[in-house]
């Protein structure tokens, strides 16, 4: 137990404690948890596997076929059930819930506490061993977190905990005339615990230090980058579907092309995810498509619809008139209009705003522009102007539409302006360096 496990889990702890923990394995946030295993179920497998496998460990260090391999066999298999018994109550109580770290882990540990004694205990003593290491193996995974030492393959617990407990319980537990011993027990105890921590201390410091100078030469912890990516990868460039899926998952991201695709294999997770994601791909594709095609289609006649809004415009030589006109619309399409009209010596004039902006604002503005050019053309007073134009948009504008407007006219013979407002912003009349409103 000491020669074999402990110094094993020995050497483990010295080099956990030389490489550290794994990136993010222990967070601060409150939400802390162990990381989760890549298979579970092959795991506990393998458990099963050693269990089984132990009966030809214990069995065979026997030496002989002889009437003590049934009583071997026996406290081989009563140590490791009840130290998953015990260790799963444990992972029970501290988790909330059935905990598969110490499930795997209690009937390993019950396996190593056993190895020393199995021929020279009988059963009921057999349980307490295993039951006691399945105890002691659970509380060390509690205490490795709290530590914060990242032991991945739970070799402290398993190995070293149940080799030094395996070792002990030899004194307390072991038939002394069988093992041929004349000591008392508190005796073989003392030497028991000596020898224990004697082999420990050797194989802990020697090996602190030896990986400790190979770890200034050649850094045994990976980096960061290979640790995210994994070592099947960074170290042997062997690809896998998670991999291959996450990779194309990232391209897609960068360049937005929706034609990317994702491996697929129906026998594998990754596959499975893949082929549904590429079916989902191909409905995005085409609804894309459609949506770039409809898109094309409202840009092209919203452009056409700002050309003939452009025109609408005034677009006559006014240098002849003390007149400047300029619209700069918010949107593609504005609902913000002016124009003149010359009539003889008289230039009307609007300035005009339907409430909205875009193609709904513009169709509207079409409109008005086009009623205040009848009407000045017929000479209607700016204010019968304003009353015709009212009662015809009123009957053919969208409910929640209106507009506001300013319709002038200005006598360039005898400089008078006459103004008409219609729930526009007072119109600026400039004297000197200074603007004033006009109110109609």
Same mark, same amino acid.
């Given at each position: 137990?000491?020669?074999?496990?402990?110094?094993?889990?020995?050497?483990?702890?010295?080099?956990?404690?030389?490489?550290?923990?794994?990136?993010?394995?222990?967070?601060?946030?409150?939400?802390?948890?162990?990381?989760?295993?890549?298979?579970?179920?092959?795991?506990?497998?393998?458990?099963?596997?050693?269990?089984?496998?132990?009966?030809?460990?214990?069995?065979?260090?026997?030496?002989?076929?002889?009437?003590?391999?049934?009583?071997?066999?026996?406290?081989?298999?009563?140590?490791?059930?009840?130290?998953?018994?015990?260790?799963?109550?444990?992972?029970?109580?501290?988790?909330?819930?059935?905990?598969?770290?110490?499930?795997?882990?209690?009937?390993?540990?019950?396996?190593?506490?056993?190895?020393?004694?199995?021929?020279?205990?009988?059963?009921?003593?057999?349980?307490?061993?295993?039951?006691?290491?399945?105890?002691?193996?659970?509380?060390?995974?509690?205490?490795?977190?709290?530590?914060?030492?990242?032991?991945?393959?739970?070799?402290?617990?398993?190995?070293?905990?149940?080799?030094?407990?395996?070792?002990?319980?030899?004194?307390?537990?072991?038939?002394?005339?069988?093992?041929?011993?004349?000591?008392?027990?508190?005796?073989?105890?003392?030497?028991?615990?000596?020898?224990?921590?004697?082999?420990?201390?050797?194989?802990?410091?020697?090996?602190?230090?030896?990986?400790?100078?190979?770890?200034?030469?050649? *850094?045994? =912890?990976?980096?960061?980058?290979?640790?995210?990516? &994994? !070592? +099947? #990868?960074?170290?042997?460039?062997? $690809?896998? @579907?998670?991999?291959?899926?996450?990779?194309?998952?990232?391209?897609?991201?960068?360049?937005?092309?929706?034609?990317?695709?994702?491996?697929?294999?129906?026998?594998?997770?990754?596959?499975?995810?893949?082929?549904?994601?590429?079916?989902?791909?191909?409905?995005?594709?085409?609804?894309?498509?459609?949506?770039?095609?409809?898109?094309?289609?409202?840009?092209?006649?919203?452009?056409?619809?700002?050309?003939?809004?452009?025109?609408?415009? *005034?677009? =006559?030589?006014?240098?002849?008139?003390?007149?400047? &006109? !300029? +619209? #700069?619309?918010?949107?593609?399409? $504005?609902? @913000?209009?002016?124009?003149?009209?010359?009539?003889?010596?008289?230039?009307?004039?609007?300035?005009?705003?339907?409430?909205?902006?875009?193609?709904?604002?513009?169709?509207?503005?079409?409109?008005?522009?086009?009623?205040?050019?009848?009407?000045?053309?017929?000479?209607?007073?700016?204010?019968?102007?304003?009353?015709?134009?009212?009662?015809?948009?009123?009957?053919?504008?969208?409910?929640?539409?209106?507009?506001?407007?300013?319709?002038?006219?200005?006598?360039?013979?005898?400089?008078?302006?006459?103004?008409?407002?219609?729930?526009?912003?007072?119109?600026?009349?400039?004297?000197?360096?200074?603007?004033?409103?006009?109110?109609?």
């Amino acid at each position: 137990a000491s020669v074999v496990h402990s110094v094993g889990g020995w050497v483990a702890l010295a080099i956990l404690l030389i490489i550290g923990s794994r990136t993010g394995r222990f967070r601060k946030d409150k939400d802390k948890k162990l990381f989760q295993g890549s298979n579970t179920p092959i795991a506990a497998l393998g458990a099963l596997i050693l269990w089984f496998g132990w009966f030809g460990f214990n069995g065979g260090a026997n030496g002989a076929m002889d009437l003590k391999i049934p009583l071997i066999l026996i406290n081989t298999f009563l140590s490791a059930s009840f130290g998953l018994i015990f260790s799963s109550a444990m992972g029970i109580i501290v988790m909330k819930k059935p905990e598969p770290l110490f499930m795997i882990t209690g009937p390993l540990a019950g396996l190593v506490s056993i190895t020393a004694s199995c021929a020279y205990v009988n059963p009921s003593e057999a349980i307490y061993i295993g039951a006691i290491g399945g105890i002691l193996s659970g509380s060390t995974i509690i205490l490795l977190e709290k530590l914060k030492i990242d032991d991945v393959v739970s070799a402290i617990p398993v190995h070293l905990v149940g080799g030094m407990w395996g070792t002990i319980s030899v004194a307390i537990f072991g038939d002394f005339e069988m093992m041929g011993l004349d000591k008392t027990r508190l005796e073989q105890l003392t030497i028991q615990i000596i020898g224990t921590f004697s082999i420990g201390g050797f194989c802990f410091f020697a090996s602190y230090i030896i990986f400790k100078s190979i770890n200034y030469i050649y *850094p045994l =912890r990976v980096g960061k980058i290979q640790e995210e990516l &994994g !070592l +099947n #990868i960074s170290e042997h460039n062997a $690809s896998t @579907d998670t991999h291959e899926l996450l990779e194309v998952l990232t391209n897609q991201a960068k360049t937005e092309d929706y034609s990317l695709r994702a491996p697929q294999d129906p026998f594998t997770d990754s596959g499975i995810i893949g082929t549904q994601y590429n079916f989902l791909m191909e409905k995005l594709e085409q609804s894309e498509k459609q949506k770039n095609k409809w898109k094309n289609r409202v840009s092209s006649e919203i452009k056409l619809a700002m050309n003939v809004q452009r025109r609408l415009m *005034p677009n =006559r030589d006014l240098s002849n008139y003390p007149i400047y &006109g !300029l +619209n #700069i619309p918010a949107r593609e399409i $504005s609902g @913000d209009f002016y124009d003149f009209y010359l009539h003889d010596d008289l230039v009307y004039f609007t300035l005009s705003d339907v409430s909205g902006k875009g193609v709904n604002a513009g169709m509207v503005m079409a409109k008005a522009i086009t009623l205040f050019k009848i009407f000045s053309r017929l000479k209607f007073k700016p204010n019968e102007i304003l009353l015709e134009m009212n009662n015809d948009l009123n009957e053919t504008n969208p409910p929640g539409t209106f507009i506001t407007s300013i319709v002038g006219c200005y006598n360039i013979k005898t400089d008078i302006i006459e103004i008409a407002n219609a729930g526009h912003q007072p119109a600026l009349l400039r004297k000197g360096k200074n603007f004033v409103e006009y109110s109609s």
